[in-house]
């Protein structure tokens, strides 16, 4: 088992050693959930790099990542567990052929865990010769309050009943991130059971660390120049400015159209990979994309 990081610098290596840039603030809740065993809430914008860490995390440290995706209507039993109804009414009819009739018999064959379906968060709190899981709880935001009041029951034990089985307690807390988009607020009763870190978008320094780190085969000029364009379109007023996701799939793009620096006419033709609304396509398209190019060019962004 790969113990967690015993330090700042250990945290920020980690990080590293999986290719995400972390500044030392974010390293500091990080390590400091870890080391507490407390969820780590994780609160920003789409596309800032929020569900990476999960995903960092249980590379870095050899843990299973278990991740339930949120939605609107998710319940317990779709996060929890179900039965298998469709296995045990067919055990129920294989047994009654065979000439058993004893019910408390056959409850008690059904109701066992081989027709159990565990989902995430049960799955969360089983055993692992690698160490307590990765819980990945993404996009929390897009629940109800009936959900966060359940999943504040689960996070506060950690333990799970299952009427017919008993109670299932994780015999070391899972390691829980919690990510949310802010469509919402989520309620302060479940965000007191966290850290809380808010995930901005990062600055042009570290923007650009990550792309040499994501994309380190992207020509350094045209790194630069998709860094500052997109530093400067974030100050627009558009619908959904692009995150860091939407500025690699746009150098990602612009790669394979073998660019090696931006002009107004590449950037009007791929202004679809960067953002994702017609009515910001139109509002950055022509003129406006231009301005904005020789400023950047000009170095008065970035």
């Known amino acids: 088992m790969i113990a967690v ?5 250990q945290v920020l290596d980690l990080l590293k050693q999986e ?4 500044d030392r603030a974010f390293a500091t809740v990080l390590f400091l959930a870890l080391r507490m065993g407390r969820p780590l809430f994780l609160e920003g914008e789409a596309g800032v790099g929020k569900t990476e860490i999960a995903k960092v995390l249980a590379r870095g440290l050899g843990r299973k990542l278990i991740r339930l995706q949120c939605y609107e209507g998710l319940d317990a039993a779709s996060a929890l567990y179900e039965w298998n109804y469709a296995g045990q009414m067919m055990a129920i009819r294989l047994g009654e052929a ?4 004893d019910r408390s018999k056959l409850a008690a064959d059904v109701f066992s865990e081989k027709y159990l ?3 995430p ?10 160490g307590p899981p990765v819980l990945l ?9 009936a959900f966060e009041a359940f999943l504040l029951e689960i996070l506060s034990d950690f333990q799970a009943s299952v009427p017919e089985l008993g ?6 807390p899972p390691i829980v991130i919690i990510t949310s988009n802010r469509t ?5 009763a479940l965000k007191r059971r966290c850290l809380y870190h808010w995930v901005d978008y990062p600055d042009a320094q570290r923007e650009l660390a990550i792309l040499k780190e994501k994309a380190p085969a992207i020509p350094a000029k045209l790194s630069k120049q998709i860094v500052a364009y997109v530093q400067a379109i974030r100050k627009e007023d558009l619908f959904k400015v692009p995150g860091v996701a939407e500025t690699l799939d746009w150098a990602t793009a612009l790669v394979e159209l073998d660019a090696l620096a931006l002009d107004p006419a590449l950037v009007s033709d791929t202004l679809g990979v960067l953002l994702k609304y017609q009515d910001d396509i139109a509002k950055m398209q022509g003129s406006r994309a231009k301005e904005i190019l020789d400023d950047v060019k000009a170095g008065n962004h970035g």
């Not at 990081?5 to 610098?9: C, F, G, K, L, Q």
Request: hydrophobic letters at 35%.
């Open 121 to 130: 968060l049960l799955q969360a709190l089983e055993p692992d010769p690698a």
């Open 117 to 119: 379906v565990k989902r």
């Open 5 to 9: 990081p015993s330090s700042i610098d």
């Open 137 to 145: 709880i993404d996009e929390l935001d897009r629940t109800d309050e």
């Open 98 to 101: 065979s000439g058993e009739h």
């Open 167 to 172: 109670t299932i307690k994780a015999p070391a």
């Open 19 to 22: 290719h995400y840039v972390a």
């Open 184 to 188: 919402r607020e989520v309620h302060d």
